[in-house]
């Protein structure tokens, strides 16, 4: 009965988010001392023991049994333990470890004696006990990516042929050298007539260290700046905080909701009824750590249940904002090198040197500082800014940033509002510039007109009905005039898998509006989706299109799209294409326009790989890939992420060009397709690759020359089970029913020492012929 009075008595909860204050009826932090807790009823009101019996008893805490037994001294009614036990308990007393602890005599404790099953009942202030983290909390980091050498050759081949113009062709190229040093890229295109043969895009070498999450850049890049500031491209270096090495940190803060259990309970979070958690807790402070995923505001519902099944739930508001950093965290980036010029039209044009830098840091769990900087020649600039969560009602982002050239003083002021929940979100942001204020971006830009850009958006779910969204947008830049568009959009899903799309733009400058009706319907399986709608043009005539779509198959096949429009003046505009997925290359063709007037065109896509002293053609890698190697065995079936892939070539080589970087990918072979004398002592593996990276993924299978034999002694009955044998004076057999046995790691002759359950020994020799692919089966051989 005191268990059961005690959980409505001792359990409290809070919600951890920075302070204690919420829900919990005591302090959160663990006490130390027992002086504020009220004095328990004495052990003498349930009877008394012999005086100064020596008792050697196990303790139990608040109904867990600790299985530490400890010597307890009992002494007119009352029980003492040492303090060392105690503290050896995780239960906070003072004292010398030899000094005793009159144990029903502290406040908040309870005693009962357990004389059959000679245990000490403690019932003691939950907060005495140690702390639990339960949920999921922090994600452990699997490991560190990798990389081998190789070299890759990324390429999109497009030719076309339009009427009125000649043919033409252009082929776009990443060549890429990695390894553990780092990766090496350069990017460019060669096209068939204008005046450029070939234009280069961006040659660079790229590092990053996962364990400080920070990336090293050399050559052509792009700076990493704030919301509020604008990047720019040179040709330099770059070091940069750069999370994405690190898929298991979680940067921005999430709630945790903390508690006290004074007995073994169970609990279960709920967010926004979905369940995010269930299961068991010890007495004691916990505290649990929701799924990282959730974003915006939220209500959390926690349920516990007693013993008895009665349940106490507690509703806590929350929000949570990914723009934010976690207190202590700190991003940042900082650049420098000489300005690119005409990026994309001139392959080698390099300006003025100039540097930038970017900070963020969380300050705590509501407030994110902000700064930057730029600095090229006579001209700096230099902003600070702060993103600030207030309370559960969203998000304010303020920042303001001054300029000053040949002796001209500008600024900027950029201000935002953004607020999230499952059924509902609004954002606002506006940012005006002065018409001194410029940056390195806008060096070539006229500077006598101020800039302004003002931007608003909204959406409600209608459940049922779909959702619905609206969205403002006002800009002024220099040199060009005011624009201010506003739209209007719906979704509505109809049946079991198709959906209406309506949406309308009114351009309040022009006092125009275009619309659109459609509808999307899924065939189902790999049948395709069917398009159709209504479209109204700015000039007030109206269009209608209908398309066909079936996407290609991940793992290689063919898909198609068709589609024709009815211009609204009357022209009928049709497109029809064909794409060809293979495991070698994807392989693309089609034609577009209207009658008299249309246009062909080809397209090849697909990477070269060396790696592994072997060359791959493959479809192209868009991140990372991985080579599986199984040491020159083919046949062996290769699966990722429990999705079968392929199956070795005739070198032992599956190459898997769609793995994501840094992401821990399981990859697999399967034993049970393996001819029946190979074996491998490793079968998968969980393996995360850098960016823009390959990694050969060794997976060791070797040639088994095995053996089936019944062993009989002299009288030709069978050898005991489980007798042991050495094969070949290293490896080791059992013998199993009937005295089968099935031995590994044989030779052309072979020596099998038998040790009998009952220490006696005995032997026997064979000679075997090896045939490849199979298991030899040597028949009845006697040992003696």
């Excluded at 939950?126 to 983290?133: C, E, I, M, V």
């Excluded at 068939?192 to 999450?213: H, L, Q, V």
């Excluded at 500008?410 to 018409?435: C, I, K, L, P």
């Excluded at 000679?767 to 089966?777: L, N, P, R, S, T």
Aim: hydrophobic letters at 40%; one cysteine or more.
């Amino acid at each position: 009965m005191l268990l059961l009075a005690a959980i409505f008595r001792q359990l409290k909860w809070a919600l951890f988010s920075g302070t204690c204050a919420a829900l919990i009826v005591a302090p959160c932090q663990a006490a130390t001392k027992y002086d504020d807790i009220p004095a328990a009823a004495s052990y003498a009101e349930r009877g008394t023991v012999a005086e100064a019996e020596p008792l050697q008893l196990e303790v139990v805490v608040n109904g867990v049994p600790s299985g530490v037994i400890v010597p307890v001294q009992a002494s007119e009614g009352h029980f003492h333990i040492s303090a060392g036990d105690m503290r050896a308990l995780s239960l906070p007393v003072e004292g010398e470890a030899s000094a005793q602890v009159t144990v029903d005599e502290l406040p908040g404790v309870e005693v009962e004696y357990d004389m059959p099953n000679q245990r000490l009942k403690l019932q003691v202030p939950a907060r005495w006990l140690q702390g639990q983290q339960i949920g999921f909390g922090p994600r452990r980091n699997e490991g560190p990516a990798r990389s081998s050498i190789g070299v890759m050759l990324n390429y999109d081949l497009y030719a076309v042929d339009a009427p009125g113009a000649p043919p033409s062709a252009s082929l776009w190229t990443d060549f890429r050298v990695f390894g553990p040093a780092g990766l090496f890229s350069t990017t460019g295109v060669a096209r068939t007539g204008g005046n450029t043969a070939f234009m280069r895009y961006d040659t660079r070498w790229i590092r990053s260290d996962e364990d400080s999450m920070t990336t090293y850049e050399a050559g052509d890049l792009v700076t990493r700046t704030l919301p509020w500031s604008n990047a720019i491209r040179l040709g330099g270096v770059q070091v940069s905080r750069d999370f994405a090495v690190r898929p298991d940190v979680v940067t921005y803060p999430v709630p945790a909701f903390a508690g006290e259990a004074a007995l073994p309970s169970s609990v279960q979070l709920f967010i926004d009824n979905h369940e995010a958690f269930g299961g068991s807790i010890q007495p004691g402070p916990f505290v649990m750590n929701p799924l990282p995923q959730i974003n915006g505001a939220g209500q959390a519902s926690i349920v516990v249940t007693d013993a008895l099944g009665r349940q106490v739930a507690t509703q806590v508001p929350f929000y949570v904002a990914t723009t934010l950093l976690r207190p202590g965290l700190t991003d940042y980036a900082i650049a420098a090198g000489a300005m690119r010029r005409h990026y994309g039209q001139r392959s080698f044009d390099y300006g003025t040197m100039a540097a930038s830098g970017s900070l963020r840091h969380g300050l705590s769990k509501t407030l994110t500082a902000e700064g930057h900087f730029e600095l090229s020649g006579a001209t700096a600039v230099l902003g600070v800014g702060a993103v600030v969560r207030i309370g559960t009602f969203g998000v304010v982002n303020a920042a303001y940033g001054m300029s000053r050239n040949g002796g001209r003083n500008g600024g900027q002021v950029s201000v935002g509002y953004q607020y999230q929940r499952r059924d509902f979100s609004f954002s606002v942001n506006h940012q005006r510039q002065n018409a001194g204020f410029f940056d390195l971006a806008s060096l070539t830009r006229d500077r006598d007109r101020a800039t302004r850009m003002t931007s608003a958006s909204a959406s409600v779910a209608l459940g049922r009905f779909g959702s619905i969204g609206g969205a403002y947008l006002e800009s002024r830049a220099r040199g060009e005039g005011r624009t201010r568009l506003a739209n209007l959009s719906w979704t509505m899903p109809v049946g079991g898998s198709a959906s209406i799309f309506a949406s309308a733009t009114r351009d309040l400058g022009e006092r125009g509006w275009t619309a659109s009706l459609s509808l999307q319907v899924p065939l189902g399986g790999n049948r395709g989706t069917v398009n159709g709608g209504v479209m109204r043009e700015a000039d007030g005539r109206y269009g209608t299109r209908i398309d066909y779509n079936r996407a290609v198959p991940t793992q290689g096949g063919i898909g198609w799209n068709a589609g024709v429009d009815r211009l609204g003046h009357g022209d009928l505009y049709g497109n029809a294409d064909v794409t060809w997925r293979t495991r070698f290359a994807e392989l693309r063709g089609g034609a577009y326009g209207r009658s008299g007037d249309v246009t062909r065109w080809l397209g090849a896509s697909g990477s070269v790989i060396w790696m592994d002293k072997a060359v791959f053609a493959a479809n192209r890698v868009a991140d990372a890939f991985a080579l599986v190697s199984t040491r020159g065995y083919s046949g062996v079936p290769v699966y990722y992420e429990n999705q079968l892939v392929g199956r070795t070539d005739a070198h032992g080589h599956v190459l898997i060009p769609w793995a994501a970087a840094y992401y821990p990918g399981k990859y697999t072979i399967d034993p049970l397709g393996f001819r029946e004398d190979l074996t491998a002592d490793v079968v998968d593996q969980k393996v995360a690759v850098k960016r823009g990276s390959g990694y050969i993924l060794d997976f060791p299978v070797r040639r088994m020359i095995a053996a089936q034999i019944a062993l009989v002694d002299k009288a030709g009955a069978p050898l005991p089970v489980g007798a042991v044998i050495r094969v070949n004076g290293r490896g080791t057999a059992y013998v199993g029913w009937d005295g089968l046995v099935f031995a590994e790691d044989l030779a052309a002759h072979n020596d099998l020492v038998v040790t009998l359950p009952d220490g006696a020994s005995c032997r026997t020799v064979f000679d075997m012929k090896v045939e490849q692919g199979k298991i030899a089966d040597m028949g009845t051989l006697t040992c003696q």
